[in-house]
């Protein structure tokens, strides 16, 4: 039987159009916890409590969401790329990736050198911050300051004063719109799907690899454990995320590349 990794790069290299999917297990080699693995975040934090409706509705709502946000952000801003990420860039150079559809919010792909137009945020991106009421934009990390400081509630400059939110999407929040509509032309688009770190559980994200296949596509799930989609897989690899994507890419690259 084929090599799994050899088997992948096989796919890459006969694909018109390979998109990557990618959750929070993308990550977890950066340090960045995922939500669903033990000792994950929500072994820590209900997140029945952190939804857009309690941070909308009510000061105490906000006030808890900073505690939670003043924690987590420090995580995020440490962490750097690993090689799952550099594979990534290394096929999208190579001109074998389309693009990456990602449900992180950890700007990890575009750290790594993948350009902004090619990372499809579902869930946005905990970097940047916005006011509800002037739309003016704030960067996380002034944020950070202001709670490190003591302020427990930012709010807009002054006459403004709104809602300070950070670009992420929360529980009961629609996804983007745009992203969405985008993420899923190009999942359509897609002849070979591989989805990376994700339980696929959260909706409608995890529609994603279903527009996919249905579209005809090849799907290709690398995760740690079992997911609810592995039964539409052409191919399951349970395996750390950085060390297949690392030897997919390293496979690639020995063919020349796509003009
Ligand atoms: P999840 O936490 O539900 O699942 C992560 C999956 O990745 C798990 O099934 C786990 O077994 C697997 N995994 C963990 N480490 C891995 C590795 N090194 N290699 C391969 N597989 C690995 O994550 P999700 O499906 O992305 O959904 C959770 C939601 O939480 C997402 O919507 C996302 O927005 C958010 N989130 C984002 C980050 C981030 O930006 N880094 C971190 C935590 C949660």
């Known amino acids: 039987m084929i090599d799994p990794v050899a088997q992948i790069a096989d796919w890459v ?7 990557v999917f990618t959750g929070a297990g993308m990550s977890t080699e950066s340090g960045i916890p995922d939500f669903r693995s033990p000792g994950g975040v929500w072994d820590r934090f209900d997140p029945s409590e ?4 309690n941070f ?14 003043r924690a987590v952000y420090p995580v995020i801003r440490s962490a750097e790329p690993n090689p799952g990420h550099q594979a990534l860039l290394t096929l999208w150079r190579l001109g074998r990736l389309d693009c990456v559809i990602t449900q992180n919010i950890d700007n990890l792909h575009q750290r790594a050198g993948l350009p902004d ?20 934009p704030y960067d996380r990390a ?21 809602i ?11 996804m983007p719109p745009a992203e969405t509509e985008e993420a899923q032309r190009r999942a359509r688009a897609a002849d070979l799907f591989i989805v990376v ?3 696929l559980v959260v909706y ?11 579209a005809g596509a090849r799907l290709v799930i690398v995760n740690r454990t079992p997911t609810p989609q592995d039964d539409k897989a052409d191919l399951i690899v349970a395996d750390g995320a950085a060390a297949v994507l690392s030897s997919v890419a390293a496979l690639v690259a020995q063919r020349p590349a796509v003009t």
């Not at 952190?50 to 409706?53: C, G, I, L």
Request: proline share 5%; with cysteine; hydrophobic share 35%.
């Open 142 to 162: 002034e944020i950070q300051e202001w709670l490190d400081a003591g302020v427990e509630v930012p709010g807009c400059a002054l006459p403004c004063g709104g």
């Open 117 to 136: 137009d090619r990372v499809i945020e579902l869930h946005g991106n905990a970097t940047r911050a916005r006011c509800l009421r002037c739309e003016r």
């Open 56 to 69: 909308v509705g009510s000061e105490s709502g906000r006030r808890r969401y900073w505690q939670l946000g």
């Open 13 to 19: 290299l006969s694909a018109r159009r390979t998109v």
């Open 197 to 199: 770190g994700s339980s």
């Open 204 to 214: 409608p994200a995890a529609s994603m690899p279903v527009h996919a296949k249905r």
């Open 50 to 53: 952190f939804t857009f409706q």
């Open 164 to 174: 300070i939110k950070p670009r992420t999407v929360m529980f009961g929040e629609a």
